[in-house]
């Protein structure tokens, strides 16, 4: 059974930074492409960043671009995202997202991923 759990969500004030952390259990995580999405309350969910199961591409929503980095640790069967330079607008629930694949590129789309993380909450204040 494979399980995604995140962790690192919490307050903070604008301008300030967390880093969020998605353990995948149950299955090697070789060949794993993995996504971060979020929900704002009364939104419906939007992609924000995915890298690709080699850890060679990456792709970001625009509105993070330059402020958020995901990466990988195959070792860890762990993927993270830091998040700098937080606003308001961040808020949210943040769901990491796992799918097998041979694919050598980032997936953006949510429908493509079959595993899911329960959420973990982000808040910035201003």
């Known amino acids: 059974q494979v399980q995604l759990v995140e962790s690192g969500g919490g307050s903070v004030q604008t301008g300030g930074s967390l880093r969020l952390s998605c353990a995948v259990s149950?299955?090697?995580?070789?060949?794993?492409?993995m996504g971060w999405f979020r929900q704002a309350r009364g939104k419906e969910r939007e992609f924000v960043a995915a890298i690709s199961w080699n850890g060679a591409a990456t792709l970001y929503a625009d509105s993070v671009k330059g402020r958020f980095t995901i990466s990988n640790d195959d070792v860890e069967n762990t993927v993270y995202l830091q998040m700098n330079s937080l606003k308001p607008e961040d808020t949210a629930v943040y769901f990491c997202?796992?799918?097998?694949?041979?694919?050598?590129?980032?997936?953006?789309?949510?429908?493509?991923?079959?595993?899911w993380g329960r959420g973990t909450q982000v808040t910035v204040s201003s």
């Open positions: 997202a796992a799918v097998i694949t041979g694919k050598r590129y980032a997936i953006q789309g949510s429908w493509e991923y079959d595993y």
């Open positions: 149950g299955r090697t995580f070789s060949s794993w492409a």
